[in-house]
């Protein structure tokens, strides 16, 4: 199937460069390698029942939200044990440390991709409901 996406020139550049220096054969096996890892990180937490031990990763624009996001970090505060923060340039990159019900650990991480000034929202599942 053909279908046509707009991207942004700096992230078609970068993408690229990476699939390249990864030693992908061309750019169209590389768009289906990435979809599917996203198809796949997302069913597993989707999928996924019972306590979780999670890590939610993700960078965003200090001045643009800063309130909003200590005001959702309140809210899911029983299933956020440690946060960590860090500075890169213009950007501030943050890793919660989560345990508690899979499904509060989802609603966490929507509530983080729904904010406009947060560029990339990441979890990893370290354990799931079935271990």
Not at 17 to 37: K, Q
Not at 48 to 76: K, N, W
Not at 86 to 100: K, M, N
Request: aromatic fraction near 8%.
């Amino acid at each position: 199937m053909r279908t046509s996406f707009n991207i942004p020139d700096e992230l078609v550049a970068e993408f690229d460069r990476t699939w390249r220096d990864e030693g992908i054969e061309n750019r169209s096996r590389a768009v289906r390698e990435a979809m599917l890892e996203f198809v796949e990180s997302h069913s597993r937490l989707e999928d996924t029942s019972g306590e979780v031990v999670a890590l939610v990763g993700f960078d965003y624009r200090h001045h643009d939200v800063i309130r909003e996001l200590h005001g959702a970090q309140h809210e899911y505060q029983d299933v956020i044990l440690n946060t960590s923060h860090t500075h890169q340039g213009e950007w501030c990159l943050e890793s919660l440390f989560c345990r508690g019900d899979a499904e509060r650990v989802r609603e966490l991480t929507y509530r983080l991709r729904d904010f406009d000034a947060v560029r990339r929202v990441k979890v990893m599942l370290i354990r799931d409901g079935d271990e």
